[in-house]
């Protein structure tokens, strides 16, 4: 890619437990640009959260290298902000504070204190949090406690936005509204997103390209598809394009018929392996 900004190379994660490793990706590669939405989306199990994980930092790969900005990720960092589908507010904390607590940590030594309130003011005024400044998260929605989270994400300045599932747990009508603030966010920021989803009308109506994971065990990536749609983009009018509705069915034709070719071809491969072995055996017998 012409500005490669994101690079995952080689990447490969196993979980040991009782002395059995369990292969998780195998092989793994992506390259995102600046300033590009990708959609992570598969089946439960795929690893996507994995992938997530290990671009934060929070896990580190058994093989492989995650590149940001042409510098090696091996633990969690400020260039990189993780949301997640549980907004993971601090309960005895107000909005504000909650904000307040992550931009102090980032910037206590770079920005002054009014400098850091205006900072904290005008991230919950992007999320249109700004009236809800001394409120409880016991004492605002699920939305907006969402929004708050993003806020609080956005005002760290991440190099990487990493979205896990983030409007899972909201109603339809709320999770539009939510989806629309997003893409409206990212446009103006233009900040690079990577997010991980189980909805193909969220994953085609905010994404650059769509990487489709395979089933695991050993998941890597399928297929990776350019939406190809001009932006901004309005919902209502995407229903009837027909550019969208293909590559919507582009990810279903993936997710329920490709997905399901590739499972039957390596369950005949494991047969026909088991055969083989079996034949083995008996010719030593």
Same mark, same amino acid.
């Given at each position: 890619?012409? *500005?490669?900004?994101?690079?995952?190379?080689?990447?490969?994660?196993?979980?040991?437990? &009782?002395?059995?490793?369990?292969?998780?990706?195998?092989?793994?590669?992506? @390259?995102?640009?600046?300033?590009? /939405?990708i959609?992570?989306?598969?089946?439960?199990?795929?690893?996507?959260?994995?992938v997530?994980?290990?671009?934060?930092?929070?896990?580190r790969?058994?093989?492989g290298?995650?590149?940001?900005? &042409?510098?090696?990720?091996?633990? %969690?960092?400020? *260039?990189?902000?993780?949301?997640?589908? &549980?907004?993971?507010?601090? %309960?005895?904390?107000?909005?504000?504070?909650?904000?307040?607590?992550?931009v102090?940590?980032?910037?206590? &030594?770079?920005?002054?204190?009014?400098?850091?309130? @205006?900072?904290?003011?005008?991230?919950?005024?992007?999320?249109?949090?700004g009236?809800?400044?001394?409120?409880?998260?016991?004492?605002?929605?699920?939305?907006?406690?969402?929004?708050?989270?993003i806020?609080?994400?956005?005002?760290?300045? %991440?190099?990487?936005?990493l979205?896990?599932?983030? /409007?899972?747990?909201? @109603?339809?009508?709320?999770?539009?509204?939510?989806?629309?603030?997003?893409?409206?966010? +990212?446009?103006?920021?233009?900040?690079?997103?990577?997010?991980?989803?189980?909805?193909?009308?969220?994953?085609?109506?905010?994404?650059?390209?769509?990487?489709?994971m395979?089933?695991? %065990?050993?998941?890597?990536i399928?297929?990776?598809?350019?939406? *190809?749609?001009?932006?901004?983009?309005?919902?209502?009018?995407?229903?009837?394009?027909?550019?969208?509705?293909?590559?919507?069915?582009?990810?279903?034709? /993936?997710?329920?018929?490709?997905?399901?070719?590739?499972?039957?071809?390596?369950?005949?491969?494991? +047969?026909?392996?088991?055969?083989?072995?079996?034949?083995?055996?008996?010719?030593?017998?």
């Open positions: 890619m012409s *500005d490669r900004f994101l690079n995952l190379s080689k990447v490969h994660m196993n979980f040991e437990k &009782n002395g059995t490793v369990n292969p998780v990706l195998r092989d793994v590669n992506l @390259d995102v640009q600046r300033g590009e /939405f959609s992570l989306i598969g089946h439960s199990g795929c690893g996507k959260s994995t997530l994980n290990i671009i934060a930092g929070l896990l790969a058994s093989e290298v995650v590149l940001v900005d &042409n510098k090696e990720v091996n633990a %969690p960092g400020p *260039d990189r902000a993780l949301v997640f589908q &549980n907004h993971s507010l601090l %309960p005895w904390l107000t909005v504000y504070q909650n904000v307040e607590l992550a102090d940590k980032i910037f206590r &030594n770079s920005k002054t204190a009014a400098e850091r309130k @205006d900072w904290i003011l005008h991230n919950l005024e992007m999320v249109n949090m009236h809800a400044l001394d409120r409880l998260p016991s004492e605002i929605s699920g939305g907006m406690k969402q929004r708050v989270g806020a609080r994400a956005l005002a760290m300045e %991440p190099k990487v936005l979205l896990d599932e983030p /409007f899972g747990a909201l @109603d339809a009508l709320t999770r539009a509204k939510l989806q629309d603030e997003v893409m409206r966010i +990212q446009s103006e920021l233009q900040n690079t997103v990577v997010m991980i989803t189980h909805d193909v009308d969220e994953a085609v109506l905010l994404s650059d390209r769509i990487v489709m395979t089933n695991g %065990p050993a998941a890597t399928g297929q990776i598809l350019d939406v *190809d749609l001009p932006r901004p983009r309005d919902r209502i009018a995407m229903a009837d394009d027909t550019r969208y509705n293909h590559y919507r069915h582009e990810v279903l034709s /993936f997710l329920y018929e490709k997905q399901r070719k590739v499972e039957d071809f390596d369950k005949h491969k494991q +047969q026909r392996n088991s055969t083989v072995a079996s034949g083995s055996t008996k010719a030593h017998a």
